[in-house]
Nanobody, 128 residues
Framework: QVQLVESGGGLVQAGGSLRLSCAAS????????MCWFRQAPGKEREFVAG???????????DYADSVKGRFTISRDDAKNSLYLQMNSLKPEDTAVYYC??????????????????WGQGTQVTVSP
């Protein structure tokens, strides 16, 4: 059974940091594109960050404009894990954060469609 399990969410003050983790099990995800999405109350789920293998030991990463320079996505394929380091958090970052896996060399920032696996989400709340 394939599972993605997020952890590391919580309550933090504006300007603070959190590190989210996504532990994958049931298969190896080294060939998958891996992403973080988030969904705030009353809003659609949106892309936050994604990473894919780009050759050798190099991984390509991309970010939503709203988090560029503050968030960093990383992965440890040996541990079958995905991470999101979030710094300089703002109240508008408050949302449920989801990790997602796509069996493709590329990820699509514009849609939640086409992702093969999703985690259950972890709540991040940033107070003013």
């Amino acid at each position: 059974q394939v599972q993605l399990v997020e952890s590391g969410g919580g309550l933090v003050q504006a300007g603070g940091s959190l590190r989210l983790s996504c532990a994958a099990s049931g298969r190896t995800f080294s060939s998958y594109s891996m992403c973080w999405f988030r969904q705030a109350p009353g809003k659609e789920r949106e892309f936050v960050a994604g990473t894919r293998w780009s050759g050798g030991s190099t991984y390509y990463a991309d970010y939503a404009d709203s988090v560029k320079g503050r968030f960093t996505i990383s992965r440890d394929d040996a541990k079958n894990s995905l991470y999101l380091q979030m710094n300089s958090l703002k109240p508008e970052d408050t949302a449920v954060y989801y990790c997602a896996a796509r069996k493709s060399e590329n990820f699509d920032k514009s849609t939640t469609l086409g992702y093969n696996y999703w985690g259950q989400g972890t709540q991040v709340t940033v107070s003013p």
